[in-house]
């Protein structure tokens, strides 16, 4: 079971911390994502961190966002600076089941409740 947390209500250029909570270990799986849902769009992967620590991300959020896990915890984060508009969205974290981001990434776990994150002034 995975539960998300932290979105909120932010304003342009502000900054959220999101986390993501695993019921069960994730020391093994190979890589953890963060997804976003918005209206009228498929769910697309923002952000990627493997179990060697090497990160992934959109061209749209590289930069802003920075993307962390402790495994030992069972927990992934979504540093998230400089937020615009366009990052309105749901956000959920997940396991993706083959390499890259953007659209169309099948996933291995069950989807949690996600998290909403709002950027508006």
């Known amino acids: 079971q995975l539960v998300e947390s932290g979105g909120g209500l932010v304003q342009p250029g502000g900054s959220l911390r999101l986390s993501c909570a695993a019921s069960?270990?994730?020391?093994?799986?190979?890589?953890m994502g963060w997804f976003r849902q918005t209206p009228g769009k498929e769910r697309e992967l923002v952000a990627v961190?493997?179990?060697?620590?090497?990160?992934n991300y959109l061209y749209s959020v590289k930069g802003r966002f920075t993307i962390s896990s402790d495994r030992a915890k069972n927990t992934v984060y979504l540093q998230m600076n400089s937020l615009k508009p366009e990052d309105t969205g749901v956000y959920y974290c997940?396991?993706?089941?083959?390499?890259?981001?953007?659209?169309?990434?099948?996933?291995?776990?069950?989807w949690g409740q996600g998290t909403q994150v709002t950027v508006s002034s």
């Open positions: 069960g270990s994730i020391f093994d799986i190979p890589a």
């Open positions: 997940n396991a993706p089941s083959r390499p890259g981001v953007g659209e169309g990434i099948p996933v291995n776990l069950q």
């Open positions: 961190i493997t179990n060697s620590g090497g990160t």
